[in-house]
């Protein structure tokens, strides 16, 4: 059975961290990539950052500088360190999959509320 647990959402104040993680379980094939996500109330889902597995990274215009995406393959987990958290920032944060065979798995989500 294919998992992906997020874990490390919350409630923080403006100009504060947080740290996502994402473990994925059960997956047979081969990752390929592994993101995050975001969709916050009323929009659509927006892919925050991306990490390759040779370690290509890829960030939204408006988090780079902010967030730091990282991945540990031997645990199959990624991170999300999030740092001068904004208001815009608040929204559900999703764990994404993607195998080399095209195959995609989601996690759950986990809530980053930033506010005052």
């Known amino acids: 059975q294919v998992q992906l647990v997020e874990s490390g959402g919350g409630l923080v104040q403006p100009g504060g961290s947080l740290r996502l993680s994402c473990v994925a379980s059960g997956i047979r094939n081969a990752i390929y990539t592994m993101d995050w996500y975001r969709q916050a109330p009323g929009k659509q889902r927006e892919l925050v950052a991306g990490i390759t597995n040779r370690g290509s990274i890829d960030y939204a215009d408006s988090v780079a500088g902010r967030f730091t995406i990282s991945r540990d393959n031997a645990k199959n987990t990624v991170y999300l360190q999030m740092n001068s958290l904004k208001p815009e920032d608040t929204a559900v944060y999703y764990c994404?999959?993607?195998?080399?065979?095209?195959?995609?798995?989601w996690g759950k989500g986990t809530l980053v509320t930033v506010s005052s």
């Open positions: 994404h999959v993607g195998t080399f065979e095209g195959i995609n798995y």
